[in-house]
């Protein structure tokens, strides 16, 4: 999996290999904020609504899970 750009200002492209990806968006706490599933590849994802921070986003199919840390720079 590849996340672009990281740290982003709002808006990140994710390039899986997987047919269909569902992610999760979590705090570093470990509370879940948003989650979904990735349309076409790559796939756009919006944090132009989460506050500057660092975030950590799990992408996951059937056979795979992926973690990224993404910095949130708006």
Same mark, same amino acid.
Not at 63 to 74: D, H, M, S
């Given at each position: #999996? %590849?996340v ?5 200002? =709002? +808006? ?8 269909? #990806? ?6 570093? +706490? =470990?509370?879940? %904020?948003k989650? =979904?599933?990735l349309? =076409? +590849?790559?796939?756009?994802?919006s !944090?132009?609504? !989460? ?6 986003? $799990?992408c !996951?199919?059937e @056979?795979?899970?992926? %973690? $990224?840390?993404?910095?949130? +720079? @708006?």
């Open positions: #999996m %590849l672009y750009p990281n740290p982003s200002q =709002g +808006n990140i492209e994710i390039w899986y290999p997987d047919k269909k #990806m569902h992610y999760n968006i979590y705090a570093m +706490n =470990g509370i879940k %904020l989650s =979904g599933k349309t =076409g +590849n790559p796939g756009f994802l !944090f132009k609504d !989460f506050k500057d921070g660092l975030y950590l986003l $799990e !996951f199919s @056979n795979k899970t992926y %973690l $990224e840390k993404i910095l949130i +720079n @708006n």
